[in-house]
């Protein structure tokens, strides 16, 4: 009962202030995938230019860095979980922009090949974000 009342009231305050589309129950996949995507854009665009002017604004060098992350003794499991971590908004956004290229061609477009495509990149993009993590 207290879940329904709730359901109700974060409906109606969300259509009173942003829109009924944040409403939809049930998000699709090209939906959830082309917010991701964006999402991972902004993150990767982030990410580049903070690292980017701390390298200009911090004293000494990427080298110094890395051996004070080297000395906090991380298990490689850490390790290997912040790199995929680092390393996916990357991936995502790779394989997400192939697969509007081809549909730039005009190629997979109805709504199964769009589901199939979906589901094909977010399997490389784990694939390939845990091998890069793995080098």
Known sequence: ??????????????????????????????????????????????GVSLFGTSALLL????????????????????IHTAKSALVFPLTYHTWNGIRHLMWDLGKGLKIPHVYQSGVAALVLTVLSSMGLAAM
């Open 59 to 78: 004293p000494g060098n990427f080298e110094s860095y890395l051996e004070l992350v080297k000395s906090l003794c991380l298990g490689p499991a850490l």
């Open 1 to 46: 009962m207290a879940a329904l009342l709730l359901r109700r009231v974060r409906c109606h305050y969300l259509q009173a202030h942003f829109g009924p589309q944040l409403c939809i129950r049930n998000w699709s996949l090209p939906v959830v995938m082309s917010i991701g995507r964006r999402g991972t854009g902004i993150a990767f665009s982030a």
